[in-house]
C-alpha cells in the first residue's frame, strides 16, 4: 500500500468515526423502531457482515485487483460503511442487470455499483446519496466521432453503437441513436475491447468508464468524448421497506461527505493513475 493509498484510509477511516459518533449522539433520543423497520439491520449486525453488491468491472469505481480482491471508489465507501456498523463488508460480484434483482430477493443488503439514480430504478429501490455525479460520454478511435457537439450527430444506420445492457447508457443510446445499430455487451470490458479491435465504432457509457479505458490504453488510439451528454447521479440502493437502515447509511454518508473523506477518495480514483499497477 503507497502513502496516498494509506492517507485515503486513513480519511476514510476517520469519516467513519465521525458517523459513529454522530449515530450514538442521535440514538440516544430516538423511540424503539418496530421489529419491521429493524429487520435488514438486525440480520446485518447478526451475521456481523454487509452484503454488497458491485458488478465489479466498472473502473474506477469497482473492479477486481491482480489479487482478486475487489477495490474502487464504490469499494472504499462499502467498507466504511461496514465499519461504521462495526461488521465487515462482504462483495458479492454479479452482472450488473443482476444488481437490484440480487437486492430484491434478499441476496444482498445494498448495491453500489456506479448505479444512476431514476425514477423506474426507484421503484424497485430507496436510493442514498448521490455519493458522485457522472454522465454519459462516447469511447471510440475517431477524432471526429469524439467531437461531436451532440450524440444525435451519429445517429446512422452504418454506425455501430455498444452500450452495457440494463444500464442507463442503453437507455440512451436507444433514444438518441435509435437508427445506428446498437449491440449490447453483460461486461464493460466486452464494450471497450470492441472499440480497441475496431468491431464497433462507439461505446456509449459513463464519464469516468470512458477516461479509464484512455488512461488504462494508453497506445490503442482511444478517445473520450469531448463532453458529456447528461447528467447521472449515482446513489447506494437499498431495499423498500427499510427506513432504518436507509437513516443510519445516510447519517454515514453526510458525515464522509462532510470531513472531506469522500472528495479525497475521489481524488485519488479518479485523478491518481498509481493504483492501475495494481490491475491486472
Known amino acids: 500500500m503507497n502513502a496516498r493509498t494509506s492517507a485515503t484510509s486513513r480519511s476514510l477511516r476517520r469519516a467513519a ?10 440514538s440516544g433520543c430516538a423511540r424503539p423502531a418496530p421489529q419491521s423497520q429493524t429487520r435488514a439491520i438486525t440480520r446485518i449486525v447478526d451475521a456481523g457482515t454487509l452484503r454488497v453488491g458491485i458488478s465489479g468491472e466498472q473502473p474506477p469505481l469497482n473492479m477486481r485487483a491482480r489479487s482478486g480482491e475487489p477495490i474502487g471508489l464504490d ?36 448495491v453500489i455499483s456506479g ?12 436510493f442514498i446519496g448521490p455519493y458522485f455525479v457522472s454522465g454519459k460520454m462516447l469511447l471510440t478511435r475517431s477524432p471526429e466521432f469524439a467531437a461531436v457537439e451532440t450524440a444525435e450527430q451519429l445517429d446512422d444506420p452504418a454506425r455501430r453503437i455498444t452500450a452495457l445492457r440494463g444500464s442507463t447508457s442503453e437507455a440512451f443510446a436507444r433514444a438518441s441513436l435509435p437508427k445506428s445499430r446498437l449491440v449490447l455487451v453483460d461486461h464493460l470490458a466486452e464494450g471497450v475491447q470492441a472499440v480497441r479491435d475496431g468491431d464497433v465504432d462507439v461505446l456509449v457509457a459513463d464519464r469516468e468508464t470512458c477516461s479509464f479505458a484512455v488512461l488504462r490504453y494508453p497506445d490503442a488510439g482511444l478517445l473520450a468524448s469531448d463532453r458529456s451528454f447528461t447528467v447521472e447521479p449515482l446513489g447506494i440502493a437499498v431495499p423498500h421497506g427499510e427506513p432504518n437502515l436507509v437513516n443510519l447509511l445516510e447519517t454515514y454518508l453526510a458525515a464522509l461527505r462532510e470531513s472531506g473523506g469522500l472528495q479525497k477518495a475521489q481524488d485519488y480514483w479518479f485523478r491518481d493513475p498509481s493504483w492501475i499497477e495494481r490491475l491486472p
Request: net charge positive; with cysteine.
Open 17 to 26: 468515526t465521525g458517523a459513529v459518533c454522530v449515530a450514538l449522539l442521535m
Open 75 to 110: 469499494v472504499a465507501i462499502a467498507r466504511v460503511l461496514a465499519r461504521s456498523m462495526q461488521v465487515q463488508a462482504q462483495f458479492v460480484v454479479l452482472p450488473f442487470g443482476e444488481l437490484l434483482d440480487a437486492l430484491g430477493d434478499g441476496r444482498v443488503d445494498l
Open 115 to 126: 448505479m444512476t439514480i431514476t425514477p423506474e430504478r426507484s421503484r424497485r429501490a430507496v
